[in-house]
């Protein structure tokens, strides 16, 4: 018998990608701070759905400066780190729009 495919990680990728291509100006953060196939995996199938006005912006958790004129900020798959520094700036806070086993997997940065 052949091999089933298992499309639980990659089965939210259109509903994020819509959510993103929502927004005028989009801008979506991710991390790598260690090798995540699943994280990589998602984002490359993703990459494939989201609109070119999308900017895609990879970084280490210790850096959150954000430069540039986005209308929306969303954060995918981001560690607890980054959770916690975000809302330290008393501009913004975290709203979870999709979330997998109860952690945030698609987050957005709103005025608070």
């Not at 006005?53 to 780190?81: D, Q, W």
Request: glycine share 4%.
């Amino acid at each position: 018998m052949g091999e089933m495919w298992n499309k639980d990680c990659s089965y939210i990728n259109i509903r994020l990608a819509r959510t993103v291509n929502s927004a005028s100006k989009p801008l979506i953060i991710t991390e790598f701070p260690e090798y995540n196939v699943d994280t990589i995996g998602n984002l490359l199938g993703m990459s494939h759905q989201i609109d070119p006005k999308a900017k895609l912006l990879l970084m280490l958790p210790k850096n959150v400066e954000i430069f540039g004129n986005f209308t929306e900020i969303f954060l995918y798959s981001i560690s607890h780190e980054l959770k916690t520094q975000i809302p330290k700036n008393n501009q913004y806070k975290l709203q979870t729009i999709y979330a997998k086993n109860h952690e945030m997997l698609l987050g957005k940065r709103v005025n608070k």
